[in-house]
């Protein structure tokens, strides 16, 4: 029989105890983390067994992607990493599954220079709650700010989870895979995206869904090319999400810009305050919107 303790016993090597951040860390009831100038962002994301990844996936992939998840949020806002706290649900009897889960969080902890100040665990059925904290590069970017007239890029190619979902469930060996289990997240373009963009968001719930967020926040509309469009698999690709790129809009006098360039162009942002998508000019009636846990 194993107890909460010993459970708890498996994360406290990866509690950072030397961080200069780090007042009061795992072991009190709360963690106390010292202050910057900076304004300090935080989200939070809850990953869930059989809603978020599959029954069978390996513990160390079940923190590993619930943490890149999370993180995806502080990209999207223009921020980096600094320290997370994760709460865990599990049923698991078994303490190798525990020490397993904590490889995974050790690895994504040392990508990317993050440190665990603490958490909680219960029993259950498995899901991750995960707290992530971080600073602004330059400034806060947010899904309100987008302006008429404004391009619209995304960072990479849509539908390579989707992909690697489908790849491992008919147990074929695909470099989509790992692109599902451990997406990687591109701080290194929301560094620079933090200085130009007007807004942004990553694409979690599909582009359709979240580049919509933008236009409803920020009272404007938009209208994309298809066929400028970098997918994997088909146009459902638009709606599935899974993808953890970046969304973003800029000034139209950032077009020459080499990092921006870099990027996809997929249309602009405009004042009819709808979604348009444009498939061989004409206009594609979609019918999906995007990722929604509750459908």
Same mark, same amino acid.
């Given at each position: 029989?194993?107890?909460?303790?010993?459970?708890?016993?498996?994360?406290?090597?990866?509690?950072?105890? /030397?961080?200069?951040?780090?007042?009061?860390?795992?072991?009190?009831?709360?963690?106390?983390? #010292? &202050?910057?100038?900076?304004?300090?962002?935080?989200?939070?994301?809850?990953?869930?067994?059989?809603?978020? *990844?599959?029954?069978?996936?390996?513990? $160390?992939?079940?923190?590993?992607? %619930?943490?890149?998840?999370?993180?995806?949020?502080?990209?999207?806002?223009?921020?980096?990493?600094?320290?997370? &706290?994760?709460?865990?649900?599990? +049923?698991?009897?078994?303490?190798?599954?525990?020490?397993? *889960?904590?490889?995974?969080?050790? /690895?994504?902890?040392?990508?990317?220079?993050?440190?665990?100040?603490?958490?909680?665990?219960?029993?259950? $059925?498995?899901?991750?709650?995960?707290?992530? *904290?971080?600073?602004?590069? $330059?400034?806060?970017?947010?899904?309100?700010?987008?302006?008429?007239?404004?391009?619209?890029?995304?960072?990479?190619?849509?539908?390579?989870?989707?992909?690697?979902?489908?790849?491992? #469930? +008919?147990?074929?060996? %695909?470099?989509?895979?790992?692109? *599902?289990?451990?997406?990687?997240?591109?701080?290194? #373009?929301?560094?620079?995206?933090?200085?130009?963009?007007?807004?942004?968001?990553?694409?979690?719930?599909?582009?359709?869904?979240?580049?919509? &967020?933008?236009?409803?926040?920020?009272?404007?509309?938009?209208?994309?090319?298809?066929?400028?469009?970098?997918?994997?698999?088909?146009?459902?690709?638009?709606?599935?999400?899974?993808?953890?790129?970046?969304?973003?809009?800029?000034?139209?006098?950032?077009?020459?810009?080499?990092?921006?360039?870099?990027?996809?162009?997929?249309? /602009?942002?405009?004042?009819?305050?709808?979604?348009?998508?444009?498939?061989?000019?004409?206009?594609?009636?979609? #019918?999906?919107?995007?990722?929604? &846990?509750?459908?």
């Amino acid at each position: 029989m194993i107890s909460e303790l010993s459970i708890l016993d498996c994360f406290q090597h990866l509690v950072d105890k /030397k961080s200069d951040k780090l007042i009061v860390g795992s072991g009190d009831d709360a963690a106390v983390i #010292k &202050s910057q100038d900076k304004d300090l962002v935080h989200s939070v994301d809850i990953s869930k067994i059989n809603t978020h *990844f599959p029954k069978d996936t390996r513990p $160390e992939d079940i923190a590993y992607r %619930s943490i890149a998840v999370a993180l995806s949020d502080l990209a999207a806002m223009g921020a980096y990493p600094s320290f997370i &706290s994760i709460g865990l649900t599990s +049923n698991s009897s078994d303490l190798g599954w525990y020490k397993k *889960f904590t490889s995974g969080v050790e /690895k994504i902890l040392n990508e990317y220079q993050m440190h665990l100040v603490g958490g909680d665990i219960t029993k259950g $059925e498995v899901s991750v709650c995960v707290n992530v *904290f971080g600073y602004a590069y $330059e400034k806060n970017i947010l899904r309100s700010t987008a302006e008429i007239g404004d391009l619209i890029f995304i960072t990479g190619a849509l539908g390579e989870g989707r992909q690697g979902l489908s790849d491992w #469930k +008919n147990k074929e060996k %695909s470099e989509y895979i790992q692109k *599902f289990f451990n997406p990687k997240i591109s701080f290194c #373009k929301s560094e620079y995206i933090s200085k130009y963009a007007t807004s942004c968001i990553d694409i979690s719930d599909g582009l359709i869904k979240d580049l919509g &967020s933008i236009c409803k926040k920020s009272g404007v509309g938009a209208e994309i090319i298809f066929e400028e469009i970098p997918i994997t698999n088909d146009i459902d690709d638009l709606y599935y999400g899974d993808d953890y790129k970046l969304c973003y809009t800029c000034s139209p006098r950032q077009i020459d810009n080499k990092l921006i360039s870099k990027d996809y162009l997929i249309g /602009k942002i405009t004042s009819q305050k709808e979604l348009l998508v444009r498939k061989e000019n004409l206009i594609f009636d979609f #019918k999906k919107n995007g990722w929604d &846990s509750f459908a």
